[in-house]
Structure formats: C-alpha cells, structure tokens
C-alpha cells in the first residue's frame, strides 16, 4: 500500500512472498529524496519525522540515503543511528528524523523467526536499537554491507529475500507448526500460544507463558495489549474511509476495553497520543506515515 501525503515523498509497505511468510511480515520503504524537486520549499523538518507506535515485531532496516536519528518522544535529539541497525520489540512510541535526501528500507520480522535464524535473545532487544554487528554470524555482516549499497527498494529487496530464503526454510518447521498465522497481531499471538503450550514437556500455563516470552521477547499479557490496540486501530481506519462516525465508547467496548478512558490511557502508552489526536494526525501529518501503511 502507497499513503504519502506531499508531492514526491514515498511511503509504501509491500508484503512478502509467500515462501516468507511467517518469517518477514511486512517491508517498508520511505522515500523523501525524490520530494525535493516536487516542493519548491523543501521538506519541513516535521515532514522529516517518523512515529511509530509500540510493536512485538522486530526490524531490520537499512538507509540506503541520508541519515537517520531517534528523537525524544518531546523532540530531543539523540545520536545519528549506524546505516544498518535491527531493532527488538517496543513497548512504547518511537520518533525519528531524517535528513530530506533520506532513503530506508525497513523490514517487520517476526521475532520468533529472528531468534531461530540467529539465536539472538529477543528479550535483551526489548526497546532497543543496535548496528547488525550484534549477530555474530559473519554471513549477516557480509549481508549489512551489501544491503547498504543497494541502490533502490527493489535491489534491497531481492539481495534479502536470496539471504533469508535458504535459512527460513532450514528452521521453518521448528516455528511454524503448520500454515503461518492471518496477517495480524491477533491471529499470529494465538498461534504462537497454541505453539507454546504444545511444545516439548511441561504444558502448564506457567510454562507456556515463559516460551512465549522467550520467543518474542514479551509476555503474553503485553502481546494481547498491542494487538487489541491494533484491531481498533484498524476499525478507526475503516469508519474513517467509510466516513461513519466513531464513537470511542462503543469502540472501547467493542473492543474489550473497560471504558472509553481506558482505551485512551493503552492508546496514549501505545502510541504518545489520544485517540482523537492520533487520528487526526495520522490524516494530516507526513510524519505518521507509517501509520498510513499499517493494514
């Protein structure tokens, strides 16, 4: 899906083939070198940014132009990031900036499959960002300095896929016990649970919680959080396109949350926003495009 607001940027999440599914759930790539001969005025550097909200999925992402550095959530700068850096789960919001000849391509990996091609501990990754040097491997090395030469989406995509191809399917069948889970949080937390409480001796819900822990690097309490979350995210969207009102209380109950502002409350921790302002930012401002592509 394309969903970029000014003239030029790009902002596109493509899903991946069939033969990765399971591993890889979504990529990105975010584009805003070509938007300077498209605004006379040059980008703003709000329309530089990047938000993103909480996630239990891990990333890979290369910038293949510019330069990229984290932002407080209140807009102070932090150090510029390495062109090549992976990422654990996030329990909270994050914010980023962009130089505007910036250039990234950024992969959503499942952290299950992470940690089976790696060996990485997910949960020593929660909330953090790190140069691809942490994989011990030098195969993953020889594959951040050829992805940082890639020229274009395209290049990226086809150097990963012949990467992760041959050592998917060398563990698919330990992660994935049968066909990968529905697109969404929700369907690929049932299945990891259902995974968990099969898996090896000792099924006791205690025991199934730890694996779940172990291989996504959160709990499962957190895990049913953010994609609650998500589906009422999505059921924003879609009232939105449809141009139906929302009515957050309904929404919270439709949705399994105790009152309207208990969902406000996840949602602020979530994302750093209210639900109302959330929406209304994620329909006018550059900076929440990622919000935009996430369906």
């Not at 369907?187 to 000792?202: D, F, K, S, T």
């Not at 895990?223 to 209380?249: C, G, Q, T």
């Amino acid at each position: 899906m394309d969903a970029a607001l000014h003239p030029g940027t790009v902002a596109r999440l493509r899903i991946p083939p069939r033969a990765l599914e399971g591993c890889v759930y979504a990529y990105l790539w975010r584009d805003l070198a070509a938007a300077r001969g498209a605004v006379p005025t040059g980008l703003t550097d709000a329309q530089c940014q990047s938000w993103f909200p909480a996630t239990p999925l891990c990333g890979l992402s290369w910038t293949l132009g510019g330069r990229v550095r984290e932002l407080s959530l209140d807009g102070k700068p932090g150090d510029w990031l390495p062109a090549g850096v992976l990422g654990g789960p996030r329990s909270g919001p994050r914010r980023f900036q962009s130089t505007p000849d910036g250039r990234a391509f950024m992969v959503a990996i499942r952290p299950e499959a992470l940690q089976a091609m790696t060996g990485l501990d997910i949960g020593a990754l929660k909330d953090r960002m790190v140069p691809l040097s942490v994989i011990g491997d030098p195969d993953w090395h020889a594959l951040d300095a050829a992805m940082r030469e890639a020229g274009d989406e395209a290049t990226a995509r086809r150097l990963l896929e012949a990467f992760l191809l041959p050592r998917w399917r060398a563990v698919r069948a330990a992660v994935v016990a049968e066909d990968p889970a529905p697109r969404g949080y929700a369907g690929w937390m049932q299945r990891l649970a259902l995974r968990a409480i099969a898996a090896g001796h000792g099924r006791s819900v205690r025991q199934a919680e730890r694996r779940i822990k172990q291989w996504s690097g959160q709990s499962l309490r957190a895990l049913r959080l953010v994609s609650r979350a998500e589906a009422a995210f999505h059921e924003v969207r879609r009232l939105d396109e449809d141009d139906d009102a929302v009515i957050w209380s309904a929404l919270a109950q439709d949705h399994g949350y105790a009152d309207q502002a208990h969902l406000c409350r996840e949602t602020r921790r979530l994302s750093g926003f209210s639900p109302e302002e959330l929406r209304r930012r994620v329909a006018e401002e550059e900076a929440f495009w990622a919000y935009r592509v996430w369906v």
